[in-house]
């Protein structure tokens, strides 16, 4: 294609935080062009968001679980060392049946916890954007012919 024909040239680069990085006019661009290459900038300010949205959540998710398990197995040690230190043989029999039904009650609240907030991290993630806000050209866009 000549260079008439397309509105932009892609160049080069490593830098793909902003679409403007990599595609650059290459002549003025008619309305119906503009709206076609902003419509490109929003679509890819979208994706971009949402990518580095779900890699965080991904992220905050693994840091949750590593908590959750490090918390029942505090939780889980310290239990049994109570039991364990009883003196009284039917004390102690007694009392292991409770820690672990305890235990495992702990570790399905945990479960239960970590589910819902990783229910609301989801609807969050789910969120759509908001709309692009048109603004009314100024007077330099009207000056260049961008308007």
Not at 28 to 46: G, I, M
Not at 69 to 94: C, K, M, N
């Amino acid at each position: 294609m000549t260079a008439e024909l397309e509105p932009y040239r892609f160049q080069a680069t490593s830098e793909v935080a902003s679409l403007g990085s990599f595609i650059v006019p290459s002549r003025n661009l008619t309305p119906a062009e503009r709206a076609v290459y902003d419509k490109a900038k929003w679509d890819f300010a979208r994706l971009t968001a949402d990518a580095r949205t779900r890699v965080y959540a991904m992220g905050l998710a693994g840091e949750v679980i590593e908590f959750m398990v490090q918390a029942a197995s505090t939780t889980t040690t310290r239990v049994l060392g109570i039991v364990d230190g009883l003196e009284d043989p039917r004390a102690r029999d007694l009392m292991e049946p409770f820690a672990v039904r305890s235990i495992m009650t702990h570790q399905q609240i945990l479960a239960g916890l970590n589910m819902s907030g990783a229910q609301r991290q989801q609807a969050i993630v789910q969120e759509l954007y908001p709309e692009p806000v048109e603004r009314e050209p100024n007077f330099w866009d009207r000056l260049l012919g961008r308007a």
